[in-house]
């Protein structure tokens, strides 16, 4: 599937869009709710999901949007795009310039396009489809996963402890100890940094699918691979857990431990 260039341009007009609105809330007094998941919400992941939703709207009529605050318009459209305004609202709300704007275009279904947008350091991860993944940003780095023999080398990232359920936390604390260091934090940033060729494995399970379309294409086109915990494809009916390897060699250790 091609994606025309004029989408790929409006994506990133989105994600400008986005930063603009969150931005001005950023290390300032903010009111802070918690959802019906505990999770913490703010007028800024509203704010920016209203923006972005009337801006892919007027320009694409024709397609759906499904947002993590708002939910589904049109989920059954085939073109769809998954927002999340603000992954990691926990890093956003204390002040750590970890959090990003995650926008992603599915058609039927399949990620196609994804955009991980740090608007505070101004880093950028563009993935699409049969494309070789665009990273800009300040600091130096360029999109390509790197290599990894066994996961004894591999340096494993992850949110937090408390993301996963009581059958997966035994599971990915083996992975753990398997490989040669753990971080944590850094929601969908950490998977861009996998992207960048410094950090090898990412595993994290109750993800939903705005938290991981985005993510596909840019890890893929990075040379990287991103799974469920069976190394099946992840779909909008996956179970939320995912598994992202810089180098896919080392697919079979890694599902060997967490695919039980």
């Known amino acids: 599937m091609t994606v025309a260039p ?4 409006a994506a990133t007009e989105a994600a400008d869009l986005a930063g603009r609105v969150i931005l001005p809330y950023f290390r300032r007094p903010l009111a802070v709710e918690g959802k019906a998941d505990e999770s913490p919400v703010t ?5 920016a999901e209203v923006a972005l939703r009337e801006f892919l709207g007027q320009r694409f009529p024709d397609h759906g949007i499904w947002g993590e605050e708002f939910g589904p318009d049109r989920a059954d459209a085939e073109w769809v795009w998954l927002l999340d305004p ?3 609202t926990r890093a ?4 750590r310039p970890l959090f990003t704007t995650l926008i ?3 058609h039927r279904g399949k990620p196609v396009l994804g955009i991980i947008d740090q608007p505070a350091t101004r ?5 699409v489809a049969g494309q070789a993944t665009v990273f800009t940003g300040p600091f130096g780095g360029t999109a390509g996963c790197r290599p990894c023999a066994t996961l004894a080398e591999a340096e494993l990232s992850c949110t937090a402890p408390d993301i996963f359920t009581a059958h997966d936390l035994p599971r990915f604390e083996t992975l753990r100890a398997a490989c040669k260091r753990a971080t944590w934090g850094g929601d969908a940033y950490g998977y861009g940094l ?3 060729g410094a950090i090898d494995v990412v595993a994290e399970s109750t993800l939903k699918p705005w938290d991981w379309a985005a993510l596909a294409p840019v890890i893929q086109g990075a040379g990287g691979s991103l799974t469920d915990w069976h190394g099946r494809a992840l779909t909008l009916d996956s179970a939320g857990d995912v598994l992202a390897l810089g180098d896919p060699g080392l697919m079979a250790e890694a599902l060997a431990i967490l695919g039980g």
Request: hydrophobic content about 55%; aromatic content about 8%.
């Open 6 to 9: 004029g989408i790929v341009a």
């Open 104 to 106: 992603s275009l599915l």
């Open 92 to 95: 956003f709300i204390t002040g």
């Open 123 to 127: 880093e950028r991860w563009l993935g």
């Open 43 to 47: 007028a800024a992941d509203r704010g």
């Open 86 to 88: 603000i992954d990691g």
């Open 194 to 196: 996998l992207a960048l």
